[in-house]
């Protein structure tokens, strides 16, 4: 019985608390569940005895017992998840000591794009896999055994019914076996009568020797993704005799159904015994993968031209549906995938935030701007929003609210370059996002000039909507990377700036923090808003005219662009 953690029901959740994960922790060698715990304190993320934050954790681990410390437990369900989502690896040997992966850095790094990822990964869930020791011996790929099976019962498939069949193989590439449980399902939906198939999971649960309730619960992570993919609808319908939740094949999963039909639906322990081969299909797959996800990938798919060939002779079908980083351990990658590897500068989470180039291919999604280029013209974008939003406007206050309302939805990949240009044109210097998945450049923009260039932290509205610590702190290891690596030549006195929608007030944490920072580093964080910034820019263009760079020399706390 294949048997998944929960550690939360919305998958957004998990999306999300991944890529701030990632933005905490992807400058380190590895990261373990302490860490994660720590992180979920610091962030309050997760409770303890009704607590959260740093009380939390202090009586979490107050018990000396690891498997009841409830917030390293939580973190723990959620490394599962992302081991098994392909997302996050175990460093070697150790199976708690985590790094990110290639796949993971292509979710961390591509905004909403993250959702068509997520996607791809539920088809790539696989048992057996070399990342997780289970107990249970199936060999099955959950989700696409799902969409089979509930395309094979009139597009239809309920919780139960989920239980007894999809998720309760043996073999899920047997025929046979398949059909087996579909003919038990089908004999159930016969007799019309609820009580037969409450009988059934009763049968299983002590099969299993769990409780009726905790075998139910199995399901809550595969149908909150089955609903949040829009593969299936609910839908309230009588078929066993009195009306029951079901889960209703979209369009869109048929689609996903016939990619599943019209593929080589591959088991990693089924791999040839050919390094070379191994390394072809693994590569070939995770370029599909990335093509299934609206990923810009038609380039490298023509070097596999020959193995496409090959696979159309001996298959009849010359796609694969097969997920190196959901079967592979990080050694098996290194064998076959090396240029997929994410490499640090082998330093542990608490001695430096200094960090290594990672060298590798970044692939960008149809579906977002680039955080990397720009053919934009900076002074014609300025002038575009001017003369659409302010121009002619007779109340410059309405106008700027307005102009936000409009900012307010936007996402990192729309956001990033907007406060870019916006610095660009008010400083008269070059601004630019940085390149998306290299390390080295922590910063999100940079404000270059030949002596004096100013790393700038933001966060769009849709990460938060008020700046928080966490800003100020990637603020000051921005400054503090720009410094240690000077990929740009800055001073040591000059500001690291942080930019969000808008500032909290004067009260808030964020004010304290900086001002702990200047009296124990003596390095200057600057923060501001969209709605200042906006102004700024309107000031500039209608005076023809730009701030001094030096001005942020020396200058710490709210930013006022007089």
């Known amino acids: 019985m294949i048997r998944i953690r929960n550690p939360v029901s919305n998958i957004d959740v998990i999306i999300n608390v991944f890529k701030s994960l990632y933005s905490d922790f992807s400058n380190v060698d590895f990261f373990d569940l302490d860490n994660i715990a720590e992180f979920f304190a610091r962030e309050k993320l997760a409770s303890s005895s009704g607590y959260t934050g740093d009380e939390a954790l202090r009586r979490s681990y107050q018990i000396k017992d690891d498997s009841r410390k409830s917030m390293k437990m939580q973190a723990k369900s959620y490394t599962e998840i992302y081991r098994l989502l392909g997302w996050i690896q175990s460093k070697e040997d150790v199976a708690l000591n985590f790094t990110f992966s290639y796949l993971g850095v292509h979710v961390a790094m591509s905004g909403e794009a993250a959702k068509d990822i997520f996607e791809q990964c539920l088809l790539g869930i696989t048992y057996p896999n070399l990342i997780l020791d289970v107990k ?92 949040y993919s829009k593969w299936f609808k609910k839908d309230s319908i009588n078929i066993y005799g009195k009306k029951t939740d079901f889960l209703i094949l979209t369009d869109k999963g048929e689609k996903k159904y016939q990619l599943i039909k019209n593929s080589i639906n591959l088991y990693g322990c089924d791999l040839p015994n050919d390094k070379s081969l191994i390394s072809e299909i693994s590569n070939y797959s995770l370029l599909l993968m990335l093509k299934y996800a609206d990923f810009d990938i038609q380039d490298d798919l023509k070097k596999y031209d020959s193995l496409k060939s090959i696979l159309q002779e001996k298959c009849n079908k010359n796609q694969i549906l097969f997920s190196p980083f959901q079967y592979f351990s990080s050694k098996e990658i290194l064998k076959y995938m090396p240029d997929k590897i994410i490499k640090t500068n082998e330093i542990k989470i608490e001695s430096s935030i200094e960090i290594e180039e990672i060298e590798i291919i970044y692939y960008e999604s149809n579906k977002t701007i680039s955080y990397l280029k720009s053919e934009k013209n900076t002074t014609s974008t300025i002038e575009k929003i001017y003369k659409t939003h302010f121009e002619k406007s007779k109340n410059i206050n309405k106008s700027i609210n307005n102009f936000l309302k409009d900012v307010a939805s936007m996402k990192q990949a729309d956001f990033y370059p907007l406060v870019a240009d916006m610095l660009s044109f008010i400083f008269n210097r070059k601004a630019t996002t940085s390149p998306a998945g290299n390390n080295n450049l922590r910063y999100d923009v940079i404000i270059q000039d030949d002596h004096y260039s100013i790393p700038v932290e933001v966060k769009s509205p849709t990460e938060e909507i008020m700046l928080s610590v966490k800003a100020i702190r990637q603020a000051l290891e921005n400054k503090i990377i720009l410094l240690s690596r000077k990929p740009y030549p800055t001073t040591y006195s000059l500001c690291s700036i942080a930019i969000g929608f808008t500032v909290p007030n004067k009260r808030s944490d964020v004010y304290h923090l900086i001002n702990d920072i200047y009296h124990t580093y003596k390095i200057n964080i600057a923060i501001a808003d969209m709605k200042d910034l906006t102004l700024a820019v309107i000031r500039c263009y209608e005076n023809n005219e730009s701030l001094d760079i030096l001005d942020f020399d020396n200058y710490k706390g709210k930013v006022e662009f007089n």
């Open 136 to 227: 249970f011996k199936n060999k099955n790929k959950p989700f696409v055994s799902i969409l089979k099976f509930a395309y094979d019962l009139d597009g239809k498939i309920n919780r139960d019914e989920i239980l007894l069949g999809p998720m309760n193989i043996i073999d899920g590439s047997s025929k046979k076996q398949i059909n087996e449980k579909l003919n038990l399902i089908k004999s159930l939906r016969k007799t019309k009568n609820i009580k037969k198939l409450n009988d059934a999971i009763q049968d299983l649960s002590e099969e299993l020797s769990m409780k009726t309730n905790s075998v139910r619960n199995l399901t809550r992570f595969v149908i909150s993704s089955l609903v």
